[in-house]
């Protein structure tokens, strides 16, 4: 089947009754610009985004190429590498939404952009759905303020998560209660640290992302 894009004409794979989503066809001579632009739609995100991304728009462009312009993309042979963690025995599973968050904060003194230095990231560890919020201090005043913008959001956690330090976590808290004085909340005990593994992936993922962004906008900040 052939579907008309603008001027050009496309081979589509056939859309059976139930089926609502096109795939198309690539041409030969088009597949690394087609990987290429994939690859920058998910921020070099690594080889399981985008094998994700692909699949979902194309029929005929295999693993293994796609695996074969991953090892070419210089970008990405420049992000940091890390030490993979041991396995966690016992994860903590909840089966309801914002039952716990975490919270942590990206130090970028060193890449700040004006004011800001800092990026706070919150994740809901049901979902692992990440808000970030920049930051010019790491006060309590500020991430409180943020924490309880994205609250109105999403929604107030049970247990607020953190390991930025005991002390850290009682000042916050202590700000939002006076921001939000009928707010629920405790901050999670060093036994359940574990769980922040989660989040500081994440991080490095955030990171990455900036990284392989600014390389390729050529900046500093």
């Given at each position: 089947m052939t579907q008309f894009d603008g001027e050009s004409k496309k081979l589509i794979q056939p859309v059976l009754e139930h089926e609502k989503k096109i795939k198309y066809y690539v041409h030969n001579e088009q597949v690394f610009d087609t990987i290429h632009m994939a690859h920058l739609e998910t921020g070099h995100g690594g080889k399981h985004k985008l094998e994700n991304n692909i699949k979902t728009k194309y029929v005929n462009i295999t693993r293994e190429v796609i695996h074969i312009y991953l090892e070419l993309c210089l970008i990405c042979k420049k992000k940091k590498t890390h030490l993979k963690k041991g396995v966690v025995v016992k994860p903590l599973i909840f089966?309801?939404?914002?039952?716990?968050?975490?919270?942590?904060?990206?130090?970028?003194?060193?890449?700040?952009?004006?004011?800001?230095?800092?990026?706070?990231?919150?994740?809901?560890?049901?979902?692992?759905?990440?808000?970030?919020?920049?930051?010019?201090?790491?006060?309590?005043?500020?991430?409180?303020?943020?924490?309880?913008?994205?609250?109105?959001?999403?929604?107030?956690?049970?247990?607020?998560?953190?390991?930025?330090?005991?002390?850290?976590?009682?000042?916050?808290?202590?700000?939002?209660?006076?921001?939000?004085?009928?707010?629920?909340?405790?901050?999670?005990?060093?036994?359940?640290?574990?769980?922040?593994?989660?989040?500081?992936?994440?991080?490095?993922?955030?990171?990455?992302?900036?990284?392989?962004?600014?390389?390729?906008?050529?900046?500093?900040?």
């Open positions: 089966k309801e939404i914002n039952h716990r968050a975490q919270v942590d904060l990206i130090d970028m003194q060193t890449s700040k952009n004006g004011e800001y230095k800092f990026i706070l990231n919150y994740q809901e560890h049901l979902t692992k759905f990440v808000c970030l919020r920049p930051l010019k201090t790491k006060t309590a005043v500020e991430v409180a303020y943020n924490l309880v913008d994205i609250f109105c959001i999403i929604g107030c956690p049970s247990v607020l998560q953190s390991d930025n330090g005991r002390e850290f976590c009682n000042s916050v808290i202590k700000e939002l209660k006076s921001m939000w004085p009928d707010l629920k909340i405790v901050h999670g005990k060093p036994r359940h640290s574990e769980s922040q593994g989660s989040v500081e992936r994440a991080n490095r993922d955030v990171q990455d992302i900036l990284i392989a962004w600014m390389e390729e906008n050529n900046l500093t900040k």
